[in-house]
């Protein structure tokens, strides 16, 4: 059974950083990612990391997606966080099927 687990999340003022992490507990993914999801919205896409790296528009520019294959891991670099950044942040992994962390909190506010 494959686990995703993540840690990094937490609360943080407007305009600061961030860094979540996630551990997968077997080999590399081909792909590896980032999504949120807040009360009463789908789940959406932060970014990804596949043979390249995809973003959100809302987050290109001040979040950074980055894997280290060696520890089966991807992290997320958050930037110029914003209120609207607040959302329950779940790792992603695909490799012929699909899955998930257990999620983490991020809270933006002031």
């Known amino acids: 059974q494959v686990q995703l687990v993540e840690s990094g999340g937490g609360l943080v003022q407007p305009g600061g950083s961030l860094r979540l992490s996630c551990a997968a507990s077997r080999s590399v993914f081909s792909v590896m990612g980032w999504y949120r999801q807040t009360p009463g919205k789908q789940r959406e896409l932060v970014a990804i990391s596949s043979s390249g790296t995809n973003y959100a528009d809302s987050v290109k520019g001040r979040f950074t997606i980055s894997r280290d294959n060696a520890k089966n891991a991807v992290y997320l670099q958050m930037n110029s966080l914003k209120p609207e950044d607040t959302a329950v942040y779940y790792c992603?992994?695909?490799?012929?099927?699909?899955?998930w962390g257990q999620g983490t909190q991020v809270t933006v506010s002031s």
């Open positions: 992603y992994a695909y490799s012929g099927r699909t899955y």
